[in-house]
């Protein structure tokens, strides 16, 4: 197999397993239990919180809350900041975030928006489907609660100028202090696809949450945090046992912990090599595509400096992209439409439309995200094969390509 | 992914038969899909033997996906050699049969081969009536 699709999982790296191992049939213990093996668990449970307190550049570990993925922690933080602010002002909350969000995030908003009547705002991006810091800044309200930006995005990969978004939330903090305006506002970041290659320190960027899942660095599915700056209040949405300090009802996955963490600390270490490497495979890729393809358009920011290293989505005019993957997928090379999230359904990408893309062309959308999976080699392979592909599919498409 | 695709699918997707443009079609129906934008293009020729008219040769071009492409090909070989009155019958429902069914989320692909094949039935009777 060839492996193109790292943003969208990747595998267990061995060290991670090994880390794993011990705490599934042996070191077993309920880590809410007082005897030893309870004790123990507890024990490494809070070892895992400081270690990715101290990646993370967080205060304290007790800003960390452990949860089954980015999904999870969006949800839970999204919600739980809404529903504390709504609580505490008394009335209706304004959410703030981008038209490009994963779902997890989006659909979390759409939901706050119908079933708690919460008022929202969507932010277009620019055709290289990045968000533009002044608009942001301009819609902000007196009674906005949550703003939620992604970091990197999982479908074209655009680095979202979270630096500077977070200032300008600083400053709209500060004037409502001045001003005594009451609603409280946290900053959420998705930071799953970006955390392998770019640094973030919580001690010098002004982020109030952020959401993480293993699996996308080499760590087991079905397990994440949710990092919550102390003082940002927030309802706990999952109820039952007194885990997580109250924050997440639910006996923690000890062994998946502590293969997230062990995972975030290779990530951590080798962020710098990781990256240039990947980036000199994406490079490569997309230097062959647009050399030996006609008529293909490499989405997202121009600059790689905007640019998550892993992933380059093309559109191949006049082609589907789902046939494009079937004709790889037969010769064991996988790869991506948009998210895979978006291939079970029909509609075009709300990210691709978002930048401004006719559904037409949205639909010729291919995402190839590379990873430690890779060699130079497997471009090499794919690039013997796809220009190959895409005639063929143009030859049969009514559409010019 | 292709376990997403039964076997007759895929054969038809990977060997698509009567693949391209007719460039002296008697009629041609285009068709867009409304769910998900993929179009088709389906030509035909149609002669007149023993009083019945028959569809002598058919052709094809779909931009979608792998169920758009298998469909559109299969049509043209069920319908290839029939009379009008006969190809006008068959529903998207037998074209997802004769592939061996399709999944679920699939199943509006197969509007589109059936409803080209009815568009350049029309338009065929349309151009007809024009020489008249
Ligand atoms: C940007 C982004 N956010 C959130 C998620 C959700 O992660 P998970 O499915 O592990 O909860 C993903 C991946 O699917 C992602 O790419
Ligand atoms: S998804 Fe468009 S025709 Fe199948």
């Known amino acids: ?401 | 992914m292709s376990d997403l695709y039964g076997e007759k699918v895929m054969d038809h997707f990977t060997n698509p038969r009567n693949v391209g443009v007719m460039k002296d079609a008697d009629g041609v129906g285009e068709v867009g899909n409304p769910t998900c934008g993929d179009i088709m293009k389906l030509y035909i020729k149609v002669r007149e033997k023993n009083g019945e008219r028959i569809i002598s040769d058919i052709s094809f071009q779909t931009l979608g996906c792998g169920a758009a492409i298998a469909t559109s090909s299969i049509v043209t070989e069920m319908v290839k050699g029939k009379s009008l009155k006969e190809a006008e019958k068959i529903s998207n429902k037998a074209v997802a049969e004769a592939l061996g069914g399709l999944p679920p989320v699939k199943m509006h692909c197969s509007n589109l081969a059936a409803t080209a094949l009815l568009n350049a039935i029309e338009d065929y009777k349309k151009n007809k009536k024009g020489e008249k």
């Open chain 1, 1 to 401: 197999m060839i492996y193109f699709d790292h943003a969208a999982t990747t595998p267990i790296a061995p060290k991670v397993l090994k880390a794993m191992e011990p705490y599934f049939s042996e070191k077993f213990g309920n880590p809410s239990s007082i005897y030893r093996i309870g004790r123990e668990a507890k024990s490494i449970l809070e070892e895992a919180r400081k270690t990715a307190a101290d990646i993370l550049g967080a205060e304290s570990p007790m800003e960390i809350v452990f949860t089954s993925g980015a999904t999870e922690s969006s949800n839970l933080g999204i919600k739980g900041a809404m529903e504390a602010a709504a609580f505490e002002t008394g009335s209706r909350v304004h959410v703030l975030t981008t038209a490009i969000e994963h779902h997890s995030v989006l659909d979390t908003v759409k939901h706050l928006e119908k079933s708690f009547g919460a008022e929202t705002t969507f932010l277009s991006v620019t055709r290289e489907g990045l968000a533009d810091p002044k608009d942001l800044s301009k819609a902000i309200k007196d009674n906005t609660a949550v703003i939620s930006v992604m970091s990197g995005n999982n479908e074209m990969g655009a680095l979202q100028p979270i630096e500077e978004i977070a200032q300008i939330i600083e400053l709209e903090k500060e004037r409502r202090k001045k001003q005594g305006i009451e609603t409280p506002l946290v900053f959420h970041v998705d930071a799953v696809q970006s955390f392998a290659f770019k640094k973030i320190s919580l001690k010098d960027l002004p982020i109030d949450m952020l959401s993480l899942t293993a699996h996308k660095f080499y760590g087991p599915k079905g397990v994440g945090l949710l990092y919550v700056r102390q003082g940002t209040k927030f309802n706990s949405q999952q109820k039952g046992g007194a885990q997580e300090k109250g924050r997440r009802a639910g006996t923690e996955n000890v062994p998946y912990i502590v293969g997230m963490v062990k995972a975030m600390q290779i990530a951590d270490e080798k962020r710098d090599k990781y990256s240039k490497k990947i980036t000199s495979f994406t490079n490569y890729l997309v230097e062959k595509v647009t050399a030996e393809i006609q008529n293909v358009e490499l989405i997202g920011p121009k600059s790689n400096q905007s640019r998550l290293p892993h992933i380059a989505t093309f559109l191949f005019k006049g082609v589907e992209g789902e046939s494009v993957l079937l004709n790889l997928d037969m010769l064991d090379i996988a790869a991506s439409s948009g998210s895979a999230c978006t291939s079970g359904s029909l509609e075009p990408s709300h990210v691709t439309k978002a930048m401004g893309y006719d559904d037409l062309s949205a639909h010729g959308a291919v995402r190839f995200s590379l990873g430690e999976l890779n060699k130079k080699s497997d471009i090499d392979k794919l690039m013997e094969n796809l220009p190959g592909i895409i005639d063929k599919l143009r030859a049969m498409s009514p559409v010019k390509g």
